[in-house]
Nanobody, 119 residues
């Protein structure tokens, strides 16, 4: 069983930046970030393996990266907007392939970290 531990959430003003981190306790394949706002479904944000993949709503503002030596994935979020407010979850797969954009195809999940963007 792989444990995922997230950090880096917080409160930021409109236009600000935050960087989220997710440390994995074991080997993983594709890794991704999802987010869930109150009353909404969990939605795909970004993923990484072989390449990087982004939701249209964050493309050009967010950057996902990975440090394989530290078994850690990052999400650099720039030009944050109030609509980015959500709990952000790190997810990982135990098998290979292009990481999907569907939450139920991930095997491991972090506990979530709150990101709040004030207007």
């Amino acid at each position: 069983q792989v444990q995922l531990v997230e950090s880096g959430g917080g409160l930021v003003q409109d236009g600000g930046s935050l960087r989220l981190s997710c440390a994995a306790s074991g080997r993983t394949y594709g890794m991704a970030w999802f987010r869930q706002a109150p009353g909404k479904d969990r939605e795909f944000v970004a993923a990484i393996r072989f390449g990087t993949y982004y939701a249209d709503s964050v493309k050009g503002r967010f950057t996902i990266s990975r440090d394989n030596d530290k078994n850690t994935v990052y999400l650099q979020m720039n030009n944050l907007k109030p609509e980015d407010t959500a709990v952000y979850y790190c997810a990982a797969r135990s098998s290979g392939g292009v990481p999907p954009r569907v939450a139920n195809q991930y095997d491991y999940w972090g506990q979530g970290t709150q990101v709040t963007v004030s207007s």
